[in-house]
């Protein structure tokens, strides 16, 4: 077994993460790594725990074994699956997206990234009082938010439409603004749940180039979930594959789209072929035991 | 295409279907007013319960019934079916209101208030105008302000609090219990009376703010209900359902306003009057009431005020942004809680006396209503509800004329409510999201412009 | 034991009025969603209505027999008020559906007041005593001067009820409607591509609703024998109480919760205080659903992330 670049400088462990949901297992054992300035994918076909994963790691969830280890730059360590959701995204720097886009929609796109400096904003107000009496640095502190959220609107190319409500983007846009609303709270680690989903091949292109943007200019560790194969192959750096719960592959893209399993699983199979490839895994795991 | 041919080839009214309809509604209605309006249930001499027969009257609300319904499926509703899909009245109305104009009407409105008691007396003298400065300009004003303060629950943190009124009565309860007891003045207990109040926000707030839906409504209300029955009950204290009367009078600085050698008349040679005293209250309410709107628009612009409108429109998406939304929740129940307080000790002292009475569940309603008429998180739309609402039902006192046509019997004042609950139910289907539903940016790049009300979600509490 | 006995009695019996109450409450949250806060009133009608007809069948048509015209009376009440609460509906909630959430819990708080100030306008704000209907009691047991009673009223009630729910249960269990009803619960728009006609669906719910309410608001002005315009509110927040404690969407829970607030408010009154019952009642509303909010039949409510 040799060492991968994600083992040594990990900025999430998972570690045997098992969460039940009544008799129902929806992730069972899960150990992985995420490195960081990596761009890790969680892939797996539908049902196979990947968004319990997210929000087991984000919170929305309470692993019901297991420990969830974050690791800042600075050499901070975190327990997510002790702290409260909005402790997670707060102090612990994980921003997270979701599946079905939740964006602020009757807001302004301006308005959306503001509060994604919520906490930053809040200390700077004096905890509104110093804001309200108009004494403390709010004033300059706003500005610099506004500043932040524009160089943010520049990236996903939407500056246009920042006075615009954000209910009304086209579904393209409201992807790049829930990530350009996550990125907005200076994450450590950006969780983006099928990102890709809906998008055309343009869009997808653009997306690409986004996240790339992120891992290479921002310094943020993204850990993805996507259906879509030719993103994941294309921009990560490491992929993990679940099936039913369960880890099946762990490796580089290379590694696991050659992985016998992950073909069988994931990408599916005649019948036939399904025997034929447990019986060579039989063979293959013969020959390891 | 279809819809355009079908508009232009509409045919005239289908009589025979409208009379139908109005046949059917006749007789629903006849079921319903029959027995409920023509057969009234009265005591005798003897103290015995009997039926008085009054078809009569049954009858006349059976026609109006009829007539009314004829004249919709006639008219009404084939023009509306013909006007189609397009966008409704109302959507062209949230659009049409430019922000500048809407600050104008502000303004205009302001400019309004201030001189109203200056208008009032001069056409009518100081008795004159008692009536007018107190039953409309005060009375609508307390409601402005408690719908101002309740707007910061249900209408920006969008958590729907029924039991608003809970923390007005302990905003009177205690500016009355305070003055009696410990001699105090207004101006002391009036931040007393805000900050009492918004403890009490946050212990009933507290462990409400996980509920969702319906659920939190429903326990707000139980809370309200609970602090009545408990200022009916703890009679030690509260003095019961009797109430508690000879609360002090406000001051101005000082200067009691009475008959005594330092009273207010005396003091600038006036001739004495109880109107200097309304004046005054009127002009309190309305600072205190302009105080609620300007610590609102601040909040607004406020981290805090956004994490409110944001916690209505997501909040899981707010958790996810690291956002404590139990804390903003308890700021929102503590803050609305604060300014009802401030109406609370202003209506004591202003009344002199207070009782349970005041603060049935049916106040907390007409508040809400108020906050939802005129459209959730607008001020101006919160502060024309109030205005129409409360001086419109005041307004049914004044139709003393009408007893020339119907009797010397007739009480317009009875019918007060009736008509306000009506006005709800019309109001709601006419403009569900009510008067003014385009929400108003707190911050711009290049221009602010409005937010139509069809995208702003209403909260999940 | 005997104070224990006689408040067990009571209990039951104001306890499946609010079962009654609470059905109409549980049933149309589960097909819309909303909380219908006129129920309440309608209720108070209903009893109103039983009253006027009561009065018309003994003094005006001199129907001697009380059995007879309470069953008469119970039959009118039932079909005016299912009257009077589809027409609600029709008028008030149905433009509503599918807009803006609170807009129909508005407009219900505004049908609430209408119901009740209409009937003050239309009846007159004094209390409406009526003479006893139904005198007799049985006693169970009598120690120490302390009679432990059961009312005629009292069994006439509880038989009434369980009948009527007996009878209900059948029409939601094994009826094509109780099915569309069931249907439209899970998923409306589902249930409409599949025939279901919805909007008569919900209707008929309410109309169901109504006249298990106008049975409680009968048993009600014969058991307490007055009626007031402003009896709808505590009754109703009470039994809708209950459908929270049972559960919310639950019909069994809906009668469950009613006893259990019944027997808490008697046995409260029984052995604490009278003046503080109805504080218990809505501590008791708070407290379950801040801490058992899907009720004790009812399924939980999973948020979805």
Known sequence: ?289 | MTDTAHATSRPGPDYAKAAKDALLAGIIALGIFGPLVGLKTEQNMSNELIVRNDMASALIIVAIVMAGRFLLSAFVFPRMGARGKKPTVANAIDEGVKPDRTKLYARLGLLLLFLYPIIVVSLLGFQGSLKWVDNFGIQILIYVMLGWGLNIVVGLAGLLDLGYVAFYAVGAYSYALLAINFDLSFWVLLPVAGILAAMWGVILGFPVLRLRGDYLAIVTLAFGEIIRLVLINFRELTNGSAGISSIPKVTLFGIPFDASPDGFAKMFDLPLSSAYYKIFLYYLILLLALLTAYVTIRLRRMPIGRAWEALREDEVACRSLGINTTNTKLTAFAIGAMFAGFAGSFFAARQGFVSPESFVFMESAVIVAIVVLGGMGSMIGVAVAAAAMIGGTELLRELTFLKAVFGPEFNPDQYRMLLFGLAMVGIMIWRPRGFVSARQPTAFLFERKAVSGSLVKEGHG | MEIFLQQLINGITLGSIYGLIAIGYTMVFGIIGMVNFAHGDVFMVSAFIALIFFLVLTTWLGIASVALALFLVLIIAMVLTGLLSWSIERIAYRPLRGSFRLAPLISAIGMSIVLSNFIQVAQGPRNKPTPPMVRDVIVLTDSNGYAVTLSYKQIIIMVTTAVLLAAFWYVVQKTPLGRAQRACEQDRKMAALLGVNVDRTISLTFVMGAALAAVAGTMYLMYYGVVNFSDGFVPGVKAFTAAVLGGIGSLPGAVLGGLLIGLIETFWSGYFSIDYKDVAAFSILAIVLIFMPQGILGRPEVEKV
């Open chain 1, 1 to 289: 077994m040799t060492t991968e670049r994600w083992d040594n400088d990990p900025v999430l462990t998972v570690e045997h993460v098992t969460m039940r949901f009544g008799g129902l297992v929806a992730v069972n054992d899960l150990t992985f790594k995420a490195g960081r300035g990596d761009i890790t994918a969680l892939i797996g076909p539908n049902g196979a725990g990947k968004t319990t994963v997210f929000n087991c790691i984000t919170g929305f969830y309470k692993p019901t074994m297991g420990r969830l280890d974050l690791a800042h730059r600075d050499g901070t360590r975190y327990m997510l699956e002790r702290m409260p959701d909005f402790k997670i995204s707060g102090k612990a720097k994980v921003a997270r997206t979701f599946q079905n886009i939740r964006l602020f929609s009757g807001m302004t796109l301006l308005e959306n990234l503001l509060v994604a400096q919520h906490n930053a904003l809040m200390v700077a107000s004096g905890m509104t009082v110093g804001g309200i009496l108009g004494i403390g640095g709010y004033r300059a502190k706003e500005k610099e938010a506004m500043e932040r959220a524009k160089y943010w609107l520049d990236k996903i190319r939407l500056t246009a439409r920042a006075d615009d409500p954000a209910g009304d983007l086209p579904y393209g846009a409201q992807r790049r603004l829930e990530i350009a609303r996550a990125m907005c709270t200076g994450p450590e680690l950006l969780c983006l749940d099928e990102p890709a989903a809906g998008l055309n091949p343009r869009e997808s292109a653009e997306l690409n180039e986004l996240l790339l943007g992120i891992r290479d200019t921002e310094r943020t560790s993204l850990l993805l979930i996507e259906h879509d194969m030719s993103v994941v192959m294309e921009i990560s750096d490491h992929v993990v594959v679940l099936e039913y719960g369960t880890k099946i592959s762990d490796g580089t893209p290379a590694f696991v789209q050659n992985d016998p399993r992950v073909i069988a699983a994931y990408l599916g199979v005649d019948d036939e072929e399904v025997e034929k490839v447990e019986k060579q895994l039989d063979v293959l795991t013969g020959e390891a035991g």
